[in-house]
C-alpha cells in the first residue's frame, strides 16, 4: 500500500522553479510532522524542510533556506515544497516522508532527522541543467 505519493519532479534550468507534491493516505492521516528529504547520485539522504501539521511551523535546511518554501493542506493531506532558484546541486531523487502517527511532538529541529520519520514515498526525480 503506497502511504506517499510524490509528484511534479522533473528537469529544469538553473534558476528555474519547480513544486512537488505529496499526497498521504492511511496512517499519515495521523501523522503531525511532514518532510522532504533528497538524494543526490553517489551521496546520503540529506534532509531539506519539514512542517508541522497543526502550528504549520517550519525547519529547512541551509542550503534551501530563502529558496524552498514547504507548505501543508490538511484537508487533502498534502504538502508540497515549492522550489525556486535552483542550481545544479538541487539534482536529487526527493523523498516525502511522515512521522509516526500520533508519536509525541519534538522541537522542530529533531525532524532533520531521517528516523524521525517512519513512513516515506518511492521518491521523485528532479534534474537541474546548468
Known amino acids: 500500500q503506497i502511504e506517499l505519493a510524490e509528484s511534479g519532479g522533473g528537469l529544469v534550468q538553473a534558476g528555474g522553479s519547480l513544486t512537488l507534491s505529496c499526497v498521504g493516505s492511511?496512517?499519515?492521516?495521523?501523522?503531525?510532522?511532514m518532510g522532504w528529504f533528497r538524494q543526490a547520485p553517489g551521496q546520503e539522504r540529506e534532509f531539506v524542510a519539514t512542517i508541522r501539521r497543526r502550528s504549520r511551523t517550519t525547519y529547512y535546511a541551509d542550503a534551501v533556506k530563502a529558496r524552498f518554501t514547504i507548505s501543508i493542506d490538511n484537508a487533502r493531506n498534502e504538502v508540497a515544497l515549492q522550489m525556486s532558484s535552483l542550481k545544479p546541486e538541487d539534482t536529487a531523487v526527493y523523498y516525502c516522508?511522515?512521522?509516526?502517527?500520533?508519536?509525541?511532538?519534538?522541537?522542530?529541529?529533531?525532524?532533520?532527522?531521517?528516523?524521525?520519520?517512519?513512513?516515506w514515498g518511492q521518491g521523485t526525480q528532479v534534474t537541474v541543467s546548468a
Open positions: 516522508a511522515a512521522d509516526r502517527p500520533l508519536s509525541s511532538t519534538y522541537p522542530i529541529n529533531y525532524y532533520t532527522r531521517q528516523d524521525a520519520y517512519d513512513i
Open positions: 492511511g496512517r499519515t492521516l495521523k501523522s503531525n510532522v
